[in-house]
């Protein structure tokens, strides 16, 4: 199935952000369309992270905006980021290590779910033909995932690799447009790093989910991604299809250093 | 040198052999008081386990909501109505608490939390004494139909003697501590909660309101104060001085672990038993009132062994 590739479904314009004199980006626009599979590289330190804070609103910029879906604003919350449809993981994992793999996952459908309080405490009516609907999308997020074995598992015993595939997981089981993956192969061996690979194209492809990754492995952002944007110090540097990116003589002084 | 160890290995067993229907009569008072404390650190672990602060002012919260329960009552209002009134005041108390402290301090250490606590203990002091007056109060017992007197139960050759009101207080305790279950462990709500405790970033980013789940914990911990609150005034008077009770939490706290409801009341119970076990059959040996410090020895010797407590998740890191 071909896909294609819409109007721009997030701008951010002209964002910068500091933490104190600490400049973490520097008006930076970066725009992300529809149904496309979008990379941000980098050196350390350059903001990617950071961007991805500002987008799902963990950050507020001190100017700039971003419109998400048409709706511009200065500032999101991350509640409101998250209604509109937008699900992220962690560069450092972050489950919920005391829950099972299940309820992991169930957190992702908070915002999903109507039926009131004295409802659930009892397990009536509206409740329990809720809880049921939310099970079986999140059976259908399982069986993706082919993390069938470890449903009961608390996540917090679960070997890096699988954990990583959780919290993808708990974002999918939000049914996101936008998809933001924080290195989501960071210390993961081939193996793992292949699986990680087909699930974010068929995740692209299957539910048409748009998706914004940070990556370091240059062969996994030049196989994946239809757009890559480079940043450094906190500006971007250059921005393009993954080819032109690769020969553009700023982006290779970022990454070998250039002599003064 | 025989007869110390005799008096302290031997001689309390014998006593509790002896006379059965009294240390059955022990263990039941223990157990009542360990219910109160069980209530008492309920509020502190609700409050912990979603937020990760030590909430310094849960025990002014079981004064004020009592104060405010009896006044509202002193000035004419029917008892049930100024319990419905209390539980609004406690309501607005965790909005209150969650706009003007939680909100503005959100991301900072534990410990600015943790003062920011004692602040709001002597606001609510002042607070207090403000509208209600410094005077100890009685508890309005007889208008909430509080069950009086007792029963004599027979029981190993003698009687136990059972206030009703320790049993009302026993009963509504477990009452609440299953409530609280249901609620973390069945509902949206509950999930929320313990994903809150787990990590605030990945909450935030799955659309939980952190704001929302704030509010909610300190309503159910200010519920938790009233429970507690009439219960204790009804034993005793309702003064600041009970204040000084929530520090009794604190070994329990340390039994039972933060961030563990069933911990909080098996802590409760360990503690209130331990207490008037040791008070009655090894008071006397160092001249009584051992009462008032067994409890924090019991957690200091706790702590030597098990840091996290019975039931905790991890380490204690504060206090």
Redesign the interface.
């Known amino acids: 199935m071909g896909k294609t590739v819409g109007a721009p479904i997030l701008e951010v314009e002209g964002v910068s952000l500091s933490f104190g004199g600490v400049v973490a980006l520097q008006a930076v626009t970066f725009d992300v369309r529809e149904h496309e599979i979008r990379a941000i590289i980098g050196p350390n330190g350059a903001g990617k992270s950071s961007l991805l804070n500002v987008i799902n609103g963990f950050y507020h910029p001190q100017q700039g905006s971003i419109s998400f879906k048409g709706r511009r604003r200065r500032q999101v919350d991350p509640h409101e980021a998250a209604q509109a449809g937008i699900a992220r993981t962690f560069q450092n994992i972050a489950l919920f290590r005391g829950m099972t793999v299940l309820d992991n996952l169930m957190t992702g459908r908070t915002l999903k779910m109507t039926s009131n309080f004295l409802q659930q405490a009892l397990y009536w009516g509206a409740a329990r033909r809720e809880e049921l609907e939310h099970r079986a999308k999140i059976e259908e997020v399982i069986d993706f995932l082919e993390i069938q074995h470890i449903r009961k598992t608390p996540v917090g015993r679960l070997p890096y690799g699988l954990q990583k595939r959780v919290e993808l997981g708990r974002a999918l089981a939000a049914e996101p447009q936008l998809l933001l993956l924080d290195e989501p192969m960071a210390g993961m061996n081939l193996e793992e790093k292949q699986d990680m690979c087909r699930f974010i194209l068929d995740v692209n492809d299957q539910f048409g989910t748009t998706i914004v990754l940070i990556e370091h492995d240059m062969s996994v952002v030049m196989d994946l991604s239809d757009r890559v944007a480079v940043l450094d110090y906190g500006r971007k540097i250059a921005d393009g299809a993954p080819d032109e990116v690769r020969r553009d003589q700023a982006v290779i002084d970022a990454y070998l250093g250039v002599a003064h | 040198m025989t007869h110390l160890l005799y008096s302290i290995f031997v001689d309390p067993f014998v006593q509790m052999g002896a006379a059965p229907d009294l240390l059955a009569q022990t263990l039941w008072e223990g157990l009542v008081s360990g219910v109160l404390y069980a209530l008492i650190a309920l509020g502190f672990v609700l409050i912990f386990k979603a937020s990760g602060v030590f909430n310094f002012a849960q025990g002014i919260m079981v004064v004020f909501s009592a104060l405010t329960l009896v006044g509202l009552n002193e000035h004419g209002v029917p008892a049930y109505l100024a319990l419905a009134l209390t539980v609004v005041v406690m309501l607005v108390l965790a909005f209150a608490v969650e706009r003007v402290i939680l909100r503005p301090l959100v991301n900072q250490p534990d410990i600015i939390l943790f003062m920011a606590t004692f602040g709001l203990t002597y606001f609510l002091i002042g607070l207090g004494e403000l509208i209600f007056g410094g005077d100890p109060k009685v508890m309005i017992s007889d208008q909430l139909r509080l069950p009086g007197g007792s029963y004599r139960i027979p029981m190993l050759g003698g009687y136990v003697q059972m206030q009703k009101i320790d049993i009302a207080a026993t009963v509504i305790a477990s009452l609440m501590v299953a409530a609280l279950a249901?609620?973390f462990n069945?509902?949206?709500?509950g999930?929320?909660l313990?994903?809150v405790?787990?990590?605030h970033?990945?909450?935030?980013?799955?659309?939980?309101?952190l704001e929302q789940i704030w509010v909610i914990v300190w309503f159910a911990a200010g519920i938790v104060a009233i429970a507690t609150g009439i219960m204790w005034g009804a034993r005793s008077n309702v003064s600041f001085a009970l204040e000084i009770i929530a520090l009794k939490a604190l070994p329990v706290l340390i039994l039972g672990g933060f961030t563990s409801i069933p911990g909080a009341i098996i802590g409760g119970i360990i503690i209130g038993v331990g207490e008037k076990i040791g008070e009655f059959y090894w008071g006397p040996l160092l001249g009584s009132g051992i009462e008032s410090w067994l409890a924090y020895v019991i957690a200091l010797v706790f702590l030597l062994f098990r840091p996290q407590g019975l039931f905790g998740?991890r380490i204690i890191e504060r206090l």
């Open positions: 249901i609620m069945r509902t949206r709500i999930r929320a313990r994903a405790a787990d990590s970033k990945a909450a935030l980013s799955v659309g939980i309101s998740e």
